[in-house]
């Protein structure tokens, strides 16, 4: 072995104890809190069902087990009734299949060796791609600075399958691409090892094949992988073996669609009579029944959702250059592939890879137009990690250091204080967002739904208007008081209240109404749908402003319109005055009315 070889090995092996040491000593359920929402609140029940109990069902003792790890109880949980009366969980259980073992000998911590043995396999099958023509620690370091120069090492933490299906992805592609993609020329010759020999065999295609059928069961646009596998085995008359790979790729998602089935009464894991629960939980007591609490959260009216296609555009600079998703700020790896693709010669095979990741971005875009990343509380674009793996592979197999390096001074820049607190950043996935510099970034108007600052309740829906014309308030940051008031909010002392307004009614004019705090010649300035106005207002007057506006941004029924609010001087009460108990940091007061369009 070269010494180039054993130090980037050497390496790879302490990182993986690393690894290994934190996954089986981190007290999880502390780290979190004793708070897990949403989809990582359903994995850790399934998963802890499949190893305790050996199914699938959603009995009232899944529902204890969970409260003795965390006592905020399953929020978000996925549920649906079967035909015969049952419930089960209502999400993809493969990824909790396949950590199950490793949470039955480990406990919760069990989740984060199983991604500990997916992040050994990842980093040495690259390390052994990339290895073939370029030298072994720069291979080693392309791998792991396309993990951890983005965000996908913090989804490591996570207790969902985001990180399972990255790896999936990333297996599939090396087992395809390792025989398809030649080495380097100058790469020295030597007897073949056992590995070598499987992945230059038909067998490693057919593996990938199946592994395929398991992505697809996991999420469905994964379908998008058997592409290249296929596409490739046709244009090289491999007719058979693609006939072969179709085969295996529709046995494994059957396989797996067939449990579902054999279980629920339904193909389909999202769909039939399926419900998201917070706060309270069926068989908790006995009158929470699942048809009397919980919110309908079912895939069959799947396509009333879809957009007019004149927001694919808008969308696909979104989904690249948006505030709280954009693949250019938290996975620059990614971009940079795809400049590098753009300025180089490129092969068929490459153009294969372009075809794949392009289209599943777009069945994401079309098909989940105002949810692509993943819900309110995902930090960045969780979808992605599906897509990501191409990425990898997607340039030459020949690298260079000036890439490494322009990653980790792009992580540095935008995604730093991400990755060196990957719990915060789970819990809090919106922080990042409220300083620079995401706040000179586009806002993702099409997503408002799930921006990741709705995961703070007083930053998220808060109403304004009148009850016969009422709006709603969605802040973009945290310069504003929570709400007491009934008619109004306070900015938080000189700060701008970065808004924005939605209503279900096209407005003529928005009126800000606007009361000082105690401070003489104030200046308060509002923009509304890019439009300024300034007052100077005297200490504690009231003003108004008024905005001629049109629709706004528009999609079906829901018109937004942003909206800034400053102060110019603020006032902090209690320290200036022995009778007045207000703590807050007071700015300006606003309220809002709307004039309809007639």
Same mark, same amino acid.
């Given at each position: 072995?070269?010494? $180039?070889?054993?130090t980037?090995?050497?390496?790879?092996? /302490?990182?993986?104890? !690393?690894?290994? $040491?934190?996954?089986?000593?981190?007290?999880?359920?502390?780290?979190?809190?004793?708070f897990?929402?949403?989809?990582q609140?359903?994995?850790?029940?399934?998963?802890?069902?499949?190893?305790?109990?050996? *199914?699938?069902?959603?009995?009232?003792?899944? /529902?204890?087990?969970?409260?003795?790890?965390?006592?905020?109880?399953?929020q978000?949980?996925?549920?649906?009734?079967?035909?015969?009366?049952?419930?089960?969980?209502?999400?993809?259980?493969?990824y909790?299949?396949?950590?199950?073992p490793?949470?039955?000998?480990?406990?919760?911590?069990? !989740?984060?060796?199983?991604?500990?043995?997916?992040l050994?396999?990842?980093?040495y099958?690259?390390?052994?791609?990339?290895?073939?023509?370029?030298?072994?620690?720069?291979s080693?370091?392309?791998?792991?600075t396309?993990?951890?120069?983005?965000?996908?090492?913090?989804?490591?933490v996570?207790i969902?399958?985001?990180?399972?299906?990255?790896s999936l992805?990333?297996?599939?592609?090396?087992l395809?691409?390792? %025989?398809?993609?030649?080495?380097?020329?100058s790469?020295? *010759?030597?007897?073949?090892?056992r590995?070598?020999?499987?992945?230059?065999?038909?067998?490693?295609?057919?593996?990938?094949?199946?592994?395929?059928?398991?992505?697809f069961?996991?999420?469905?646009?994964?379908?998008?992988?058997?592409?290249?596998?296929?596409l490739?085995?046709?244009?090289?008359?491999?007719?058979?073996?693609?006939?072969?790979?179709?085969?295996?790729?529709?046995?494994?998602?059957?396989?797996?669609f067939?449990?579902?089935?054999?279980?629920?009464?339904d193909?389909?894991?999202? $769909?039939?009579?399926?419900?998201?629960?917070?706060?309270?939980?069926?068989?908790e007591?006995?009158?929470?029944?699942?048809?009397?609490?919980?919110?309908?959260?079912?895939?069959?009216?799947?396509?009333?959702?879809?957009?007019?296609?004149?927001?694919?555009?808008?969308?696909?600079l979104?989904?690249?250059?948006?505030?709280?998703?954009?693949?250019a700020?938290?996975f !620059?790896?990614?971009?940079?592939?795809?400049?590098?693709?753009?300025?180089?010669?490129?092969?068929?095979?490459q153009?294969?890879?372009?075809?794949?990741?392009?289209?599943?971005?777009?069945?994401?875009?079309?098909l989940m137009?105002?949810?692509?990343?993943?819900?309110?509380?995902?930090?960045?674009?969780?979808?992605?990690?599906?897509?990501?793996?191409?990425? #990898?592979?997607?340039p030459s197999?020949?690298?260079?250091?000036k890439? =490494?390096?322009?990653?980790?001074?792009m992580?540095?820049l935008f995604?730093?204080?991400?990755? =060196?607190?990957?719990?915060?950043?789970?819990?809090?996935?919106?922080?990042?967002?409220?300083?620079l510099?995401?706040?000179?970034l586009?806002v993702?108007?099409?997503?408002?739904?799930?921006?990741?600052?709705?995961?703070?309740?007083?930053?998220?829906?808060?109403?304004v208007?009148?009850?016969?014309?009422?709006?709603?308030?969605y802040?973009?940051d945290?310069?504003?008081?929570?709400?007491q008031?009934?008619?109004?909010?306070?900015?938080?002392g *000189?700060?701008?209240?970065?808004?924005? #307004? %939605?209503?279900?009614?096209?407005?003529?004019?928005?009126?800000?109404r606007?009361?000082?705090?105690?401070?003489?010649?104030?200046?308060?300035t509002?923009? =509304?749908?890019g439009?300024t106005?300034?007052?100077?207002?005297?200490?504690?007057?009231?003003?108004?402003?008024?905005?001629?506006?049109?629709?706004?941004?528009?999609i079906?029924?829901?018109?937004?319109?942003?909206? %800034?609010?400053?102060?110019?001087?603020?006032?902090?009460?209690?320290?200036e005055?022995?009778?007045n108990?207000?703590?807050?940091? #007071?700015?300006?007061?606003?309220?809002?009315?709307?004039?309809?369009?007639?």
């Open positions: 072995m070269n010494p $180039g070889k054993k980037a090995l050497i390496a790879l092996a /302490l990182v993986l104890i !690393f690894f290994l $040491g934190f996954s089986l000593f981190v007290n999880l359920p502390e780290t979190y809190k004793g897990l929402s949403a989809d609140a359903v994995y850790f029940a399934i998963t802890e069902s499949i190893a305790q109990d050996h *199914d699938l069902e959603y009995t009232k003792k899944d /529902l204890v087990r969970y409260y003795s790890y965390f006592n905020a109880g399953p978000g949980i996925f549920l649906k009734k079967a035909k015969n009366g049952k419930l089960y969980f209502a999400k993809s259980f493969i909790s299949l396949f950590a199950a490793f949470v039955k000998v480990f406990g919760p911590n069990g !989740f984060l060796v199983f991604h500990t043995l997916l050994a396999l990842i980093l099958f690259g390390f052994t791609y990339f290895s073939r023509a370029n030298p072994p620690t720069l080693l370091l392309v791998v792991a396309f993990l951890f120069a983005s965000v996908t090492g913090v989804y490591f996570w969902s399958p985001d990180f399972f299906n990255f992805a990333f297996f599939i592609l090396f395809w691409l390792f %025989k398809v993609v030649p080495a380097a020329a790469a020295p *010759d030597k007897p073949a090892g590995l070598t020999r499987f992945l230059m065999s038909n067998g490693s295609d057919y593996l990938a094949a199946f592994l395929a059928g398991m992505a069961f996991s999420k469905p646009p994964n379908i998008v992988l058997m592409g290249p596998l296929v490739w085995a046709l244009l090289k008359k491999r007719f058979l073996k693609a006939g072969a790979m179709v085969v295996l790729f529709a046995v494994s998602a059957g396989l797996f067939g449990v579902t089935y054999a279980t629920t009464g193909w389909n894991y999202q $769909g039939g009579e399926r419900k998201s629960f917070i706060g309270e939980f069926p068989l007591k006995e009158a929470s029944g699942f048809d009397s609490i919980g919110h309908t959260m079912t895939s069959d009216s799947y396509f009333q959702r879809l957009y007019p296609l004149k927001f694919v555009f808008l969308n696909t979104y989904y690249f250059f948006g505030r709280f998703m954009g693949v700020w938290y !620059f790896p990614a971009l940079l592939a795809l400049i590098l693709f753009f300025i180089h010669k490129k092969s068929s095979v153009w294969l890879i372009f075809l794949a990741l392009a289209a599943e971005i777009l069945i994401y875009i079309l137009p105002d949810n692509y990343g993943g819900g309110g509380g995902t930090l960045a674009n969780r979808y992605f990690l599906n897509i990501y793996p191409f990425f #990898l592979f997607l197999l020949l690298r260079s250091r890439e =490494v390096i322009a990653s980790w001074v992580a540095g995604i730093g204080a991400i990755i =060196v607190n990957p719990f915060l950043a789970t819990a809090r996935p919106a922080m990042h967002a409220k300083k510099p995401f706040k000179l586009p993702e108007m099409t997503q408002i739904n799930e921006f990741p600052t709705n995961t703070n309740p007083s930053a998220f829906g808060v109403s208007g009148s009850e016969a014309l009422p709006g709603k308030l802040f973009l945290d310069n504003f008081n929570p709400k008031e009934p008619n109004g909010i306070w900015t938080l *000189d700060k701008t209240a970065d808004i924005v #307004l %939605k209503t279900y009614f096209p407005v003529r004019e928005i009126v800000v606007l009361l000082n705090n105690p401070r003489k010649d104030n200046l308060i509002v923009t =509304v749908e439009r106005q300034t007052v100077t207002l005297q200490d504690k007057e009231a003003g108004r402003l008024i905005f001629r506006v049109g629709d706004g941004f528009t079906k029924s829901v018109h937004l319109y942003r909206i %800034k609010v400053k102060s110019a001087k603020y006032s902090m009460p209690y320290f005055s022995e009778t108990n207000e703590r807050r940091n #007071l700015g300006v007061f606003f309220g809002l009315d709307f004039i309809p369009k007639t």
